[in-house]
């Protein structure tokens, strides 16, 4: 695989698509994009072996699994690899001195981009990549809470990796958690949605480029809609509505985890009476008065026993939720 993909290495510098992501940081790049193709690498720094350039000192099999990815396909035009394209340093910018020999005890300048040492900004190296990816990634990324935030593509994305764990049902998690220790602790919770089993994922209801389509930058428009993806059956509309639950399903369910059955926020009865009031039918069963009904009823299912239905009921006869 790496001697055909050196083999279509040509260092032709014209094409203009790889042009945006190196323009922003490399402004003689796009002064240079209509001149002859060596002169404007030698010029810019650019390497003219390209990827043989660096492989020469660079061949680790973590690097090169990059030839295993996407990125990595000299068939697709768009990629770093194609033929024409910029290879290693469309990400990593020119090589320059970076590249040449260095007397002992001389230290060695560091690549531009995604390197130690390298004093490119978060934003810098964020735009090489949108660069050739604003397709993907629409307009939702800038202004994104992740962006906002200074977060690093290269942060949730590893694009050595033969596989991105990010981009795994099973491995996707772990990369947030770096972040989100407070959601790994919901998701190891007694209830909670069976992230830890790799059977759905964080991507699964969040969208981590996009904040602007909803609240907690979710899939869908709604936390509702987000929940009714999976379990349509409690979309309505019902004869008989139960207010709270086409108004937000996360009322009564905590939306990752809960030490509580059914994700719930509480247990009924408790869950309950935090929106019924103490007074009148359904907590005469829960004072002090009453502690005998009130047993039977927490401990058999509480509330639910009469109200099974909590969340509506097309029971033509199921007022009050009952059946
Ligand atoms: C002559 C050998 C040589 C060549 C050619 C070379 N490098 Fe390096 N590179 C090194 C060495 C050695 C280091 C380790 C850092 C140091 O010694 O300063 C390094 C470090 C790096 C790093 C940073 C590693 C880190 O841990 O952050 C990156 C990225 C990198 N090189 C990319 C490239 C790319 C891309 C090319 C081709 C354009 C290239 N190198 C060409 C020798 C080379
Ligand atoms: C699609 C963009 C992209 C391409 C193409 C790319 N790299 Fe990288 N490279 C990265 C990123 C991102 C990192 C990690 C930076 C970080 O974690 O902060 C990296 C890290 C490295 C490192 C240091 C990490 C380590 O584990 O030692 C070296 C060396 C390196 N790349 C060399 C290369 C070489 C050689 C090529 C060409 C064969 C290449 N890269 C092609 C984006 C790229
Ligand atoms: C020269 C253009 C170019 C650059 C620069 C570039 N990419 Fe890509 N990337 C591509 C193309 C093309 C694909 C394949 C897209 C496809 O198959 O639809 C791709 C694929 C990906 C994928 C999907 C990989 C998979 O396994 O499915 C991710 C994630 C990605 N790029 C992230 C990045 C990140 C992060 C950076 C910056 C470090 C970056 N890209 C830089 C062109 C680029
Ligand atoms: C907070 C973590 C995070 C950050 C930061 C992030 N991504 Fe992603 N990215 C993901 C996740 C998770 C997915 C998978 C989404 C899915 O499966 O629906 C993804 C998917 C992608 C894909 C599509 C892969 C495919 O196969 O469809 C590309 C391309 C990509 N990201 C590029 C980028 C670029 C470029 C940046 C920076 C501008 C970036 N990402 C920043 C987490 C992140
Ligand atoms: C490098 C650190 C980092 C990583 C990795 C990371 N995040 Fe974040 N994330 C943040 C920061 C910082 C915030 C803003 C503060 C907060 O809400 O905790 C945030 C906020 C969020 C939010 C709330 C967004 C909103 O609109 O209110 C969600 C959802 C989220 N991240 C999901 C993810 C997912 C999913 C992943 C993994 C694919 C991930 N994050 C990876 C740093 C990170
Ligand atoms: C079943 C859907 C679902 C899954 C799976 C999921 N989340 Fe969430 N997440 C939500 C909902 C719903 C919210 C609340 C959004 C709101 O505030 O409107 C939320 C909120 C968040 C927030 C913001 C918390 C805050 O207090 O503002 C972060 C961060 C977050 N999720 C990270 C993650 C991470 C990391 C994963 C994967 C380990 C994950 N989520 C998996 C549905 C989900
Ligand atoms: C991507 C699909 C998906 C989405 C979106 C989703 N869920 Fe789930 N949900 C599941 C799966 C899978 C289970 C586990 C079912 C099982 O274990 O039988 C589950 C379980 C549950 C349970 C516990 C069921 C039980 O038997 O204890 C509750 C409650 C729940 N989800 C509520 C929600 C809420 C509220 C939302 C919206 C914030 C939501 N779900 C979004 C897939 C999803
Ligand atoms: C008023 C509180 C409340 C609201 C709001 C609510 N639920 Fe529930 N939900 C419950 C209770 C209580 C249970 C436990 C039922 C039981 O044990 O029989 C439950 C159980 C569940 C279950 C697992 C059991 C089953 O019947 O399959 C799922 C899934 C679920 N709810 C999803 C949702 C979704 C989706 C929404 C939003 C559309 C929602 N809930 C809104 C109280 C609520
Ligand atoms: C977040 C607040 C909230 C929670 C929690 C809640 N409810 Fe309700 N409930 C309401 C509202 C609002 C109404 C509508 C009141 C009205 O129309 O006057 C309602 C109505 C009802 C009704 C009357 C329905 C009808 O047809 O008239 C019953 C029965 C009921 N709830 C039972 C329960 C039970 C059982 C629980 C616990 C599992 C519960 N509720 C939890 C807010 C809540
Ligand atoms: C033994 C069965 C039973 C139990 C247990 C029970 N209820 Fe009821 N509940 C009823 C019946 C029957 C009605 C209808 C009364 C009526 O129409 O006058 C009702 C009516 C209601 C109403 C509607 C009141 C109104 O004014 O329309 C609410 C709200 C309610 N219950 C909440 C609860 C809550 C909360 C609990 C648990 C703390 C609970 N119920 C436990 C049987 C029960």
């Given at each position: 695989m790496l001697d055909t993909i050196k083999k279509n290495v040509k260092k032709v510098m014209a094409w203009t698509g790889v042009g945006f992501a190196a323009a922003v940081l490399i402004a003689p790049v796009s002064h240079a994009q209509t001149r002859e193709a060596d002169s404007e690498s030698a010029e810019a720094g650019y390497s003219r072996r390209g990827a043989d350039t660096c492989l020469a000192c660079h061949d680790d099999r973590h690097i090169n699994?990059?030839?295993?990815t996407p990125h990595g396909n000299p068939n697709d035009a768009r990629t770093p690899f194609a033929p024409g394209q910029l290879q290693c340093e469309a990400c990593h910018g020119p090589g320059g001195a970076h590249t040449g020999r260095r007397d002992r005890g001389e230290s060695r300048v560091p690549m531009p981009l995604f390197a130690k040492g390298s004093s490119a900004s978060v934003e810098e190296q964020n735009a090489v990549c949108a660069g050739c990816h604003t397709q993907q990634l629409g307009h939702g990324w800038f202004g994104s809470v992740h962006e906002t935030e200074g977060r690093a593509c290269v942060e949730c994305h590893n694009?050595?990796?033969?596989?991105?764990?990010?981009?795994s049902r099973n491995n996707q998690a772990e990369v947030c958690y770096t972040c989100h220790q407070e959601q790994e602790a919901q998701f190891e919770k007694a209830y909670a949605h069976p992230v830890r089993f790799g059977s759905m994922t964080c991507s699964s209801c969040h969208n981590?480029?996009?904040?602007?389509?909803?609240e907690g930058s979710?899939?869908?428009?709604t936390l509702n809609q987000q929940c009714y993806e999976?379990?349509?059956?409690?979309?309505g509309p019902f004869?008989?509505?139960?207010?709270?639950v086409s108004e937000d399903c996360s009322l009564c369910h905590d939306p990752h985890g809960s030490n509580h059955p059914a994700l719930l926020v509480k247990r009924p009865p408790l869950l309950c009476q935090s929106c019924h009031s103490q007074a009148g039918h359904p907590s005469v069963l829960y004072t002090e008065r009453s502690v005998e009904n009130a047993n039977i009823n927490v401990v058999a299912g509480s509330c639910l026993n009469c109200h099974a239905q909590v969340h509506g009921s097309n029971h033509p006869s199921g007022p009050k939720l009952s059946r």
């Open positions: 699994a990059i030839f295993l694009v050595h990796a033969e596989q991105d764990p990010v981009l981590p480029h996009d904040s602007a389509a909803a979710l899939n869908r428009v999976c379990h349509a059956e409690f979309r004869v008989w509505e139960h207010a709270p």
